[in-house]
């Protein structure tokens, strides 16, 4: 059983326009998130992260929601370049940030368009 | 900063054969895990060293899979004998394991096709 989902296996976006990568969690014990970013034959790169003590985390053109009473967070992309154009994995753990497990979803392929 | 190096890239093997991947993570960093990451899924824990120590093995299937950290540096991780459904990227990471900001910093992968 997935504890982790991303039910939007892909994502087609103008550039300059907003991206939105979704993911949704079962598991309330979770309480770190994060957001990696992978490109072809490359490693998964950390992105951005939020604690469950917070609603919102931003880094520049990078913003990341948790809704914690809907277990649903978002990973918002503006204005999206080209070279965003990647797999996103969200991911999640308990027991806090580097102690635990990463539990990832199955990814969100982003191809942002000029 | 040197990032984590694996070896090698690429492995093709034919069922019942055995594979070695190897592992060097960022200096000083004292976590080390290892993922498989199967086509079209996201990356899913084998085992997590602390240090030279294992810390959660409990989705490594210990029937053909092993992994070693002798000195708390390096690590390898060995199938034998592999399955077709073994084939997929074997992914490296490293952590500091201070703080908590969950940071894992990624190899490349290695990538392993069994016929």
């Not at chain 1, 976006?13 to 309330?28: A, H, K, M, P, W």
């Not at chain 1, 931003?58 to 967070?73: I, P, Q, W, Y």
Request: net charge neutral; proline share 5%.
């Amino acid at each position: 059983d997935q504890q982790v989902k991303q039910n939007s296996p892909s994502l087609s976006v103008q550039e300059g326009r907003i991206s939105i990568l979704n993911c949704d969690y079962t598991n309330s014990m979770f309480d770190y998130f994060l957001w990696y970013k992978k490109y072809p034959a490359e490693g998964p790169t950390f992105l951005i992260s939020i604690s469950s003590i917070k609603d919102k985390n931003e880094d520049g053109r990078f913003t990341v929601f948790l809704n914690k009473s809907a277990k649903h967070l978002s990973l918002h992309i503006v204005p999206s370049q080209p070279g965003d154009s990647a797999v996103y994995f969200c991911a999640a753990s308990a027991g806090g940030g580097s102690q635990g497990n990463l539990i990832f979803g199955k990814g969100t392929k982003l191809s942002v368009k000029p | 900063e040197a990032g984590v190096a694996q070896s090698p890239r690429y492995k093709i093997i034919e069922k019942r054969q055995s594979v070695a991947f190897w592992c060097n993570p960022i200096s000083g960093h004292a976590t080390l895990y290892w993922y498989q990451q199967i086509l079209g899924q996201g990356p899913k824990l084998l085992i997590q060293f602390q240090n030279n120590g294992v810390v959660d093995d409990s989705q490594l299937p210990k029937d053909r899979f092993s992994a070693e950290r002798l000195k708390g540096v390096d690590s390898t991780l060995k199938i034998q004998p592999a399955k077709l459904e073994d084939s997929a990227v074997y992914l490296c990471a490293s952590s500091s394991g201070t703080g908590d900001d969950g940071e894992l910093f990624f190899g490349e992968g290695s990538r392993l096709t069994v016929l």
